[in-house]
């Protein structure tokens, strides 16, 4: 970055507070259909939907999907901590630079894994936003019961993640990899570089660790979807009325035989509850 981009950073988004502008990579459906966002996991982008959008296509809605902050074509500024709020905040100024919310027609937001977090986050500060939430392997860590499965996942996890964030690459040429780097790109699901190791490093730290989902999961009222893959490690399942509590009237659970990820097999299973949420047949 040159002085001047450095100098114009930190006056228009640093003093100014002004949100950074987030890249579509996904705009199919006439802007007059029921919106439909698509928030990705860490270190992936907008492409990653690719089997939802085949499936959506065609259909009578409107589907968006944004590369979030510091991944695939958005800006990936060195200054910031990339908070839940930081990657929240990006998405709610895309959601008005691109006027997606129209006519009263409220959004159906799609997340998965980090994008979960971040979906939840978006309909907590702005919940006039959104009509509905699909949460696909959601990686809910805090908050959690206190049960001895639960404190053992969460430690694993956690121990596998510090060992990440405090790791620091060099990326050379024909270098062999470390451990560390080597465990970031498989949770990443693909090579980091220099430019993508620290919005990813930072991510997992601050959105994904520091995570204020479940203190955010008691006020929303819209309804929700929560899916878990049956064969999926990265995050810890249980029972919904467990993780939840019993005042759960407004979360339907669900579960897949699916591993962490947006497979064709998922693709049609979150493009039917979408399609469901937007008042549609999704077998039509």
Known sequence: MGRLDTWFDRLWHERLGRPYRLMKSVDVGDKHLTPVLLLHGIGRHGTAWRHVVDRLEGRPVRVVAFDLLGFGASPKPERIKYTTDDHAQAVIAAIERYQLVRRGRKLILLGHSMGCLIAVRVARLRPDLVQH????????????????????????????????????????????KRRAQKLAERIAGFTLSDETWRPFVRSLKHTIMEQTTAEDLKHLKMPMDVIYGTKDRVVIRGKTTEIFGDDVENITAHTIKENHGVSKKAGLFLSKRVLAAAGLNPDA
Do not use: A
């Open 133 to 176: 939430l699909v949460l696909y392997e959601m990686p809910l860590y805090k908050g959690l019961p206190d049960k001895r499965s639960y404190r053992l996942r969460t430690n694993i996890y956690f121990r596998l993640y510090e060992r990440v964030v405090t790791y620091r690459p060099i990326f050379k040429p024909g270098q062999g």
